[in-house]
Structures are given as structure tokens and as C-alpha cells.
């Protein structure tokens, strides 16, 4: 069963408050479960990006897992009084996960 972490709200995007562990084992559980998953990686300009096109608004909303990535969420994050435990972005997450 997929942990469901506490979400982290940006201008209407609900973004998963994971640490990089607990990240990687999520991503490791969507791999595993016998079923198609997708996985967003959100930064501030995603979240502009979603503001402005319902279509890729859509497309976030419906992936089963969204991540923060960049310090930009992390300050708008922080605006809302909330912050994340680590900054998972793409490029550094994904090179771990694909050594496991």
C-alpha cells in the first residue's frame, strides 16, 4: 500500500512533504506495484506553469506522486508557513533511485 505523506499546498498544487528517503521509497513502491504510475517533479515554474494551462494543471493533479523540487518551492513553501525536509529534485533523486 502506497504511504501517502501530509501535502504542502503551492498556489493550489498539493506537493508530497517527503524526505529523500521516504521519497525513494515511494518511487520504489510505484515501480513495484502492478500497475502504470506517473511522478512530477514540481519547481516554481511548473507551479506558474500549471496557473496558466489547465491541461498540465490537470496532468499534476492526476499523477499518483509530486515532488518539490528547487528552492523556490521551498520559499514559497515557507511563505505558507510549511517547509520540506529535503529538496528532490530530479537530477539528483533519480541517479539514486535508478542505482537501487
Known amino acids: 500500500m502506497l504511504s501517502r505523506p501530509t501535502q504542502v499546498r503551492v498556489q493550489g498544487v498539493s506537493v508530497a512533504r517527503h ?3 521516504s521519497a525513494i521509497a515511494t518511487l520504489v513502491e510505484l515501480h513495484d506495484a502492478d500497475q502504470p504510475a506517473s511522478c512530477f517533479f514540481v519547481n516554481a515554474n511548473s507551479i506558474n506553469i500549471s496557473r496558466h494551462s ?3 494543471f490537470d496532468a499534476v ?3 499518483d506522486l509530486v ?3 528547487g ?3 521551498d520559499l514559497a513553501a515557507r511563505i505558507n508557513g510549511e517547509s ?3 529538496n528532490l ?3 539528483d533523486l533519480v541517479p539514486q533511485l535508478l542505482a537501487i
Open 19 to 21: 524526505d529523500r528517503s
Open 54 to 56: 489547465q491541461p498540465y
Open 61 to 63: 493533479h492526476r499523477a
Open 67 to 69: 515532488l518539490n523540487d
Open 71 to 73: 528552492v523556490g518551492l
Open 84 to 86: 520540506f525536509p529535503d
Open 89 to 91: 529534485n530530479g537530477t
